[in-house]
């Protein structure tokens, strides 16, 4: 069975695992480390150039941050908790729309430091 279209990682996310397997690539056919670490350090370049996107739909906040699963998204939005999102429409099939910067302060309230 093929996957929904929904349930399939973004352009972005194909993007940089197209980026992480032509590395992996290379690395089987015997670049030198010079010529494996100058190619890291481009892409790297590549990928901080376009930035990371700052809106995220609940399957990118999956998966960027496996931790998080749709339906505990789904249920803490319920419930009052979780991560702050913006809901665009008033119908129950609105769209839901998270901010990087929502998701990362989230996670920050929940670090836990030892003594």
Not at 56 to 64: A, G, K, P, S, T
Not at 74 to 95: D, E, F, L, V
């Amino acid at each position: 069975m093929r996957p929904s279209k929904s349930s399939q990682p973004s352009a972005r996310a194909r993007n940089i695992q197209h980026q992480i397997w032509e590395v992996i690539a290379r690395l089987k056919v015997g670049l030198d480390q010079s010529e494996l670490e100058q190619l890291v350090r481009k892409k790297a370049r590549d990928i901080e150039r376009t930035g990371p996107a700052e809106w995220l739909n609940e399957r990118d906040v999956v998966n960027l941050y496996p931790f998080f699963s749709l339906k505990w998204l789904q249920t803490m939005r319920s419930a009052g908790g979780g991560p702050a999102y913006h809901k665009i429409g008033s119908h129950r099939n609105a769209k839901v729309l998270y901010k990087r910067s929502d998701i990362e302060a989230f996670l920050e309230t929940h670090r836990v430091m030892h003594e």
